[in-house]
């Protein structure tokens, strides 16, 4: 598989900043997602902690999906498009982050998972019957039944407070990635309309029945 350039750097950019964080914990701390200082004026950190991981498991399992993933978006769409999806997903991950935690100030996270979930969408948009699999299912399904399972699983994730995973982070960024494709590549709603339709049934129950997520 060709690396294109903005790939690289993308991935770079995690790699560099992810292992400076793991060995200076200063830094960890002033660039993490927080909702704190985030309040208090320190908005870098909706962006920069998207390039911090938690461990090497953490950043290798989101560089390998992106890896995987990116180059779909990348050929069809072109390296603008491919920076506007990954940047708005990344944005949109932490915006609802922000929303749905903004009355717990100490709550953090950390991880380029929202982005990497919208760079999912747009390539479950492009190739709706792609092979997926999703845990714990043993087979494969196809694209467009991991979509909307992957979005309820979020729903259910933020309403029980499941792990130590950013449900929200996850939900945004794949609700910005599925936005955000229909607005830069709007061929979609005539090559995918069913699973354009089939994806926004949940955003939209999200949109009416978000705050009953808390």
Not at 51 to 75: E, K, Q, S, W
Not at 84 to 110: P, Q, R, T
């Amino acid at each position: 598989m060709d690396m294109n350039i903005v790939l690289i750097v993308i991935i770079l950019a995690n790699v560099i900043a992810s292992i400076k964080g793991f060995s200076d914990r200063s830094f960890f701390e002033k660039y993490k997602f927080q909702i704190g200082p985030i309040k208090r004026g320190e908005k870098i950190r909706m962006f920069s902690s998207a390039f911090l991981h938690v461990d090497y498991i953490h950043l290798l399992l989101n560089m390998y999906v992106l890896y995987i993933f990116a180059p779909m978006i990348l050929g069809t769409l072109g390296e603008v498009k491919f920076i506007i999806l990954y940047l708005g997903s990344l944005f949109a991950g932490s915006i609802l982050s922000m929303s749905y935690h903004k009355n717990e100030d100490y709550y953090s996270a950390v991880g380029a998972s929202g982005a990497v979930a919208g760079i999912i969408y747009a390539a479950i948009l492009l190739s709706p019957n792609m092979s997926l699999f999703m845990f714990p299912l043993p087979i494969p399904i196809p694209g467009y039944i991991f979509g909307i399972g992957y979005l309820l699983y979020s729903m259910y994730g933020m309403k029980k407070q499941l792990g130590n995973v950013g449900h929200a982070a996850h939900l945004g960024g794949a609700i910005g990635g599925y936005g955000l494709m229909l607005l830069v590549y709007p061929q979609i709603f005539e090559q995918s309309k069913i699973t354009v339709i089939l994806l926004g049934i949940p955003i939209v129950l999200l949109l009416i029945f978000g705050n009953k997520l808390k």
